[in-house]
Every structure is written in C-alpha cells, then in structure tokens.
C-alpha cells in the first residue's frame, strides 16, 4: 500500500511561473518562505516577456538566494496562450541548462487541482 505523505520542504529552494494565461504568475520559495508575483498581460509598451526575467530576479533578491540555489524549476505546460506557453518553457530551460536545478512542468489543469486540494486542506 502507497501512503501519501505530506513532503518537508525545508532545504529545496523553488522558483515556479506560469506565463500561460493574461496574467504572468511567479513564486520562489525558499527559506521556508515564499515571495510571489504577477505580471498583467502587455503592461504599458512592455509584456511579460521583458518583465518576466527582471521580476524573478527581484524575488530571488527578496528571497536572498540566488539563481544557482534553486534545486527546482517549475512552469505550466498547457493549455493556455501559445506565445505565453513559449516563453515559460523557454525561460525555465535556459534556467535549467545554466544551474542544476531539476525541471517541473505540470499542466494548467493539474495546477488548478492542487490548488482546490490545498484549500480543502487548510479548511480542514
């Protein structure tokens, strides 16, 4: 029998974005904190693609850890905007090739589901 348990994160340094979606979402967690971020679709004369990097560097900052720190790297695979899905899995390999962090890619749906599975689990 497999029982699930609930995983210690106390020593894995995350940073998760998904750029699927109008708004661009971007997490570190590290240090037994998290520090999050959204980028609005097409901001001004910028859009995600030129914000995305200078937002993840600000919260690796905030987070004091650094990009050589990072043990995992998550993004959204789909379903969602083509160009947006282009640029989350083109920002997480080049992260992934330039640090030993592993990969993570879960899908929109997946996504959304640990998100209701956390809620029933803080209200319990």
């Given at each position: 029998m497999i029982t699930l348990m609930k995983p210690s994160y106390q020593s894995v340094n995350i940073l998760a974005f998904d750029t699927s979606g109008e708004v661009a979402s971007v997490a570190v967690w590290a240090d037994k904190k998290i520090c999050k971020a959204s980028l609005p679709f097409g901001t001004g004369?910028?859009?995600?693609?030129?914000?995305?990097?200078?937002?993840?560097?600000?919260?690796?900052?905030?987070?004091?850890?650094t990009f050589q720190?990072?043990?995992?790297?998550?993004?959204?695979?789909?379903?969602?905007?083509?160009?947006?899905?282009?640029?989350?899995?083109?920002?997480?390999?080049?992260l992934?090739?330039?640090?030993?962090?592993?990969?993570?890619?879960?899908?929109?749906?997946?996504?959304y589901a640990f998100g209701a599975w956390q809620k029933k689990e803080t209200s319990e």
């Open positions: 004369s910028h859009s995600q693609a030129s914000q995305l990097f200078s937002v993840i560097q600000g919260l690796l900052k905030d987070a004091n850890t720190d990072l043990n995992v790297i998550a993004t959204i695979v789909g379903p969602g905007s083509f160009t947006g899905i282009r640029l989350g899995l083109a920002t997480a390999q080049g992934i090739l330039s640090t030993k962090a592993t990969s993570f890619a879960p899908t929109t749906l997946q996504n």
